[in-house]
């Protein structure tokens, strides 16, 4: 019985997608719920799985091809896989009466059992057929003769490498569907937004006072969930959107959509791409959930396990540049949302409290934000009040 193997059901926010990867050939046997192929969308990688034990009769749908919800991209046969035909035994390389005793000199003899060489495989060239020392040294094995090339699959070339002169070699790859997809989203935010960005300053040293002084109990009362800054920094930003909702909306058309959650992306770095998976009401959500969500979903983007519902929707994000040590970045804005908050890394600097120099961990904020939408004042009061209760961090838990 031949079985249709259909792409996913691809969501509305998705339009299509490119086979990215067959993990098997024409012939080749299947069992259920083994993964045939990688579906490669602007958001997210998807698996296909064999829906029956059997054997993948037809690829319909290439490497690089593109591929649109629910269309068909192969057939497989249900039941016993097709064995495969006999081969052919090939036929042993003509000696000459292999069962006569070869007539060899004793250094050659010494030489092939040290070498553990049989003498009946080997040529003399010495009188009479006589083996020398010279022809042991000589004699190499047979090479087992090499089955004939495989039919080459009908995919597109994925890289063309150019070497004009010497050494000065040039690879052109074709962008993989999340980085064109991420290209053409960026590029829009710069068309479509009047995107500006403000900048402050967080003195971190009571955090990371607090981090230091309870890292090791949070981790064992909260199942080996580590304490980081995000945590942090994801309360205080709920926080704050709850005082400005203004930074939580968005425009859609001609309408502002005022949202009564806070629905968090935060941003993490793939080897595809920048991926940004949501935290659902993160508002509701204690560091520790907001810590073991991140550290989740951090190990489904290395994996490529993210799902397309995961990534959807999100009403403000947070990116961390300073994780690859960024002093200070314009993060661009995520569309359709308004606001989005870059963190940097941490240095040691002279800062004036209380008239007395002092050296502290700052670190550097930037709030980039469509200005169709929120004005100049309330961005930088959404950003000085995150950086108010990073500094002072009790006041997330009083929510003052």
Known sequence: MSIEIKAPTFPESVQEGNIATWHKQPGESVMRDELL????????????VAPADGTLAEVLKAEGEIVLSN????????????????????????????NSEKIASPAARKLADERGIDLQKIVGTGKGGRISKEDVVAWQPPQPAQAAPAAPKSVPAQAAIVTPTGDRIEKRVPMTRMRSRIADRLLEVTQTTAMLTTFNEVDMHRIMRLRTAFK????????????????????AATEALKRFPAVNASIDGNDIVYHSYQDVGVAVSTDKGLVVPVLRDADNMSIAEVESAIAEFGAKAR??????????????????????????????????????????????????????????????????????????KEAVRFLVAIKEMLEHPAKILLEI
Not at 39 to 46: A, G, H, M
Request: net charge negative; aromatic share 6%; proline share 5%.
């Open 37 to 48: 192929v990688d579906i490669e969308t602007d958001k997210v990688v998807l698996e296909v």
């Open 71 to 98: 269309e068909v991209i192969a057939r497989i046969v249900a039941g016993e896989a097709i064995a495969a035909a006999p081969v052919e035994a090939v036929p042993a390389a003509t000696t000459i009466d292999d």
């Open 216 to 235: 090791d109990e949070f981790t064992k009362v909260h199942n080996g969930t580590r304490l980081g800054f995000m945590g942090f920094f994801v309360r």
């Open 303 to 376: 994996d490529g396990k993210l799902t397309i519902e995961e990534m959807t929707g999100g009403t403000f994000t947070i990116t961390n540049g300073g994780v690859f040590g960024s002093l200070l970045s314009t993060p661009i804005l995520n569309p359709p949302q308004a606001a989005i908050l870059g963190m940097h890394t941490i240095k040691d600097r002279p800062v004036a409290e209380n008239g007395e120099i002092v050296i502290r961990p700052m670190m550097n904020l930037a709030l980039s934000y469509d200005h169709r939408l929120i004005d100049g």
